[in-house]
């Protein structure tokens, strides 16, 4: 079974680019246009294995869809990944205080994006010790 992602992104562009990029590493991507729509996809048993979600966007903005997630205990194996230009000290802590596992500025390179995903959701196996 694949891994699955959920990007939840109101800007069209940037949405489509994140899930071409993620669909290019191998994920099943599903988008949400916006926090509402993401909760609704939750809530319809869409559990993916990792969200990517902005913070800025109109309605229910992704600190609620955080809070969600986490208050939930059917998705307390999803992984939650914030994309967003809110760089402030106080953004960031209030989302890794609702329990986000990443937090990456926008603009953001490509190449960490994928590389912070994949470190969260293909953990290097544990190495082997030879026996002598």
Do not use: W
Not at 45 to 66: E, K, N, Q, R, S
Not at 94 to 99: C, F, I, R, S, W
Request: glycine fraction near 6%.
């Amino acid at each position: 079974m694949a891994i699955s992602v959920l990007v939840v992104e109101d800007e069209r562009n940037i949405g489509e680019s994140l899930r071409f990029l993620m669909n290019r590493q191998g994920y099943d991507v599903r988008l949400a246009h916006d926090g509402r729509e993401a909760l609704d996809l939750l809530e319809a048993g869409t559990v993916p294995d990792l969200l990517l979600l902005d913070i800025m966007m109109p309605g229910c903005d992704g600190f609620a869809v955080a809070r969600a997630v986490r208050a939930n205990p059917a998705l307390d194996k999803v992984r939650i990944v914030m994309l967003t230009a809110k760089g402030k000290d106080v953004d960031r802590r209030k989302g890794l205080d609702l329990g986000v596992d990443d937090y990456i500025l926008k603009p953001f390179s490509t190449r960490d994006v994928v590389a912070r995903v994949r470190a969260l959701l293909e953990p290097e196996p544990a190495a082997h010790s030879a026996s002598a």
